[in-house]
């Protein structure tokens, strides 16, 4: 979980709306729990509707001319075009938008996930001793997505892929022999236990095959034993088809390192990036 906003007017005008929110959309927030997402962007609490229900608001915020495209609409888009992929993504239940000044904000109202997530953070800090099937319905999930249309909505682009991995790994692009639908924000504290739900669907579509779970095992570098265990669960981690969706992630995150962020992770991440020039084809 992350702080709020450093400017007292931003994070009020946040819980404003986010109060408003739940009022327009028929829902109550329990008191006593907000948690705040990166850089205060977003704001989420439980709540429950007018039927009982427990729920989940979440409020996000953009300038109001970037309150567009592929971040913006992809929850409203994975309730149309994935469902909820067999109980494990959360049903969307309402939206509300609404703009002051030059700020947009978006509500979503979702289903409550009971389970906790299992990490507060997206890098994993401690063994979780997840059992096999845990593990199973993991990658039964993702392989349903792979096949789940896209919408069109694109999570990684080659143009990117072209100038982050020879700037980040030191290796040219490998071409992606396949490209599947991703999740494409697959971390620790966007997975729950010990029933499966997997939260955070703002970033999803195409994306090279594999990119997931290598997204999760870049994740789980800071404990070895559960990075070997991703990559056991994930076969094709370590092939040639996963080449160019390793090779993404590992310069998406090296770039965040770049940038001060994730610094328990940029010792790992620069010996993976050696491993992936050692597996790239002259």
Known sequence: MYSPPHDPTTEAAMRAHHAR??????????????????????????????????????????PADKATGKLWEGTAAAEHALGDLGGRRPALLGLHDTTDDDTAYRAELSARVDAPVLSATPELRQDLGLPDDWWSDLADTLDKLAVSPTDDRIAVRTQYMERAIPQFVGTPAPAAPHWTTAHADLHWANLTGPDLRILDWEGWGSAPAGFDAAMLYAYSLTHPATAARVHAAFPILGSRDALAAEATVCAMLLQTVDRGDNPDLAAPLHAWATELRDRTPA
Request: net charge neutral; aromatic share 10%; proline share 5%.
């Open 21 to 62: 929110a739940a009022h327009a959309l028929g829902a109550e927030l329990e008191p006593g729990a907000e948690f705040w997402g990166w850089a205060g962007r977003t704001l989420g609490a439980p709540a429950r509707t007018a039927t009982g229900q427990s729920a989940w608001l979440r409020l996000t915020s953009a």
